[in-house]
């Protein structure tokens, strides 16, 4: 059994990337991620001398992150909905390099500077490419302090395995909330032997390498984008996560991811007690997207409901899934605003009586 601490989503996101054997951080604070930034400055290099560095802007950590990855460290970068924004460019060029690495966005409400408050309206930069080009994200949804922590080397492990970057997409409320959260052993850095790929010079035994994403002739582009779709098809089979609560005999079906999750589980158990048979679906990766599960149920049930701290995202790819076999609807609140379980679930009951 590993350590069991009282913490903060943030620091504890933080205290697992340090016992994750994290060799560099690149970061800029931004309210509501500051404390993993904090965090890390006051304990990583004391124990474990690995690289934490408040760069001058979003768009230099980005980049940095890039250069770290490049040598085949184990690297990450943390920030919050505009600061992900100035980092879309650099996302994309890691993608296309195929470089490892670790982003968090601890998602506020927008758009444009917004609230601090907590909000899903990342959803769609998250898992639909915020950036330039046809490349993907593997997106991580935590909906429990615990799962902050757990999707960090979880999160390195699919880096590492794909060449492909990971996203722990978590809001407001889960880094500033806190847990019982139980840490794993401290790995050891400097142990992981170093990828034939990355770029740490030449040698005698080794020859140089080169990192890009920059493919002039359009028929060797061509043929790099078509390697990046067949290891996307690659991820879909083999990493989609989903957890499934009471959907057996369920014949309405709430699909909610992240802080929302924990949310529809109370309006599920709410409603049970007066009869109604909910079910509820919970995507944890949200990227390759859990449709097998959603369309399986939609082979059951009289209809669902996506719900989100937004003004209507995840309800599209709830859609696709459907694919018209039953009414799907959408609630959300924006602006930081958190609904209550009671507010849900009368949003149900007079859907419900529609179908």
């Known amino acids: 059994m590993g350590e069991l601490r009282l913490m903060k989503g943030n620091e504890a996101l933080a205290e697992a990337a340090i016992r994750a054997g994290m060799d560099g951080y690149f970061g800029y604070p931004i309210t509501p991620q500051s404390e993993i930034l904090e965090y890390l400055t006051r304990e990583a290099y004391n124990r474990t001398q690995c690289t934490v560095l408040q760069a001058e802007s979003e768009i230099a950590s980005i980049n940095m992150v890039y250069g770290a990855a490049g040598t085949g460290a184990r690297v990450m970068t943390t920030s919050s909905s505009p600061g992900i924004s100035l980092m879309q460019e650099g996302i994309s060029y890691i993608a296309g390099a195929e470089l490892p690495c670790l982003l968090v966005n601890i998602n506020r409400g927008g758009p444009g500077l917004g609230t601090i408050q907590p909000s899903q309206g990342d959803y769609f930069q998250s898992v639909k490419g915020g950036g330039h080009g046809d490349y993907r994200l593997i997106v991580l949804a935590p909906a ?11 999160g390195w492990e699919m880096a590492e395995k794909y060449r492909n970057p990971v996203l722990i997409l978590a809001d407001g409320a889960l880094g500033q909330m806190m847990e019982k959260v139980e840490l794993r052993e401290q ?3 400097g142990t992981r032997p170093v990828p034939d ?14 990192i890009t994403s920059l493919f002039i ?7 790099v984008n078509l390697r990046l779709q067949q290891k996307y098809k690659l991820i879909e089979s083999e990493i989609t996560r989903v957890e499934e609560l009471q959907t057996d005999d369920a014949d309405f079906v709430i699909v909610a991811y992240g802080l929302s999750a924990r949310i529809g589980s109370k309006v599920m158990e709410l409603l049970r007690d007066e009869g109604m048979k909910v079910g509820l679906i919970r995507p944890i990766s949200l990227w390759p997207y859990p449709y097998a599960t959603v369309s399986k149920a939609a082979e059951h049930v009289k209809g669902f409901l996506s719900l989100e701290l937004n003004a209507g995202q995840m309800v599209e790819d709830v859609r696709l899934a459907v694919n018209g076999r ?13 609904p209550s379980p009671e507010e849900v679930a009368d949003v149900i009951k007079k859907m419900y009586s529609e179908l």
């Open 217 to 223: 002739k359009p028929e060797e582009m061509e043929q």
């Open 326 to 338: 039953c009414p799907v609807g959408h609630y959300g609140r924006m602006g930081g605003i958190i």
């Open 187 to 189: 790995q050891p850095r």
């Open 144 to 154: 429990t302090v615990q799962e902050m922590a757990d999707f960090v080397l979880e």
């Open 197 to 210: 790929w990355a770029t740490v010079g030449k040698t005698k035994d080794r020859e140089r390498n080169v």
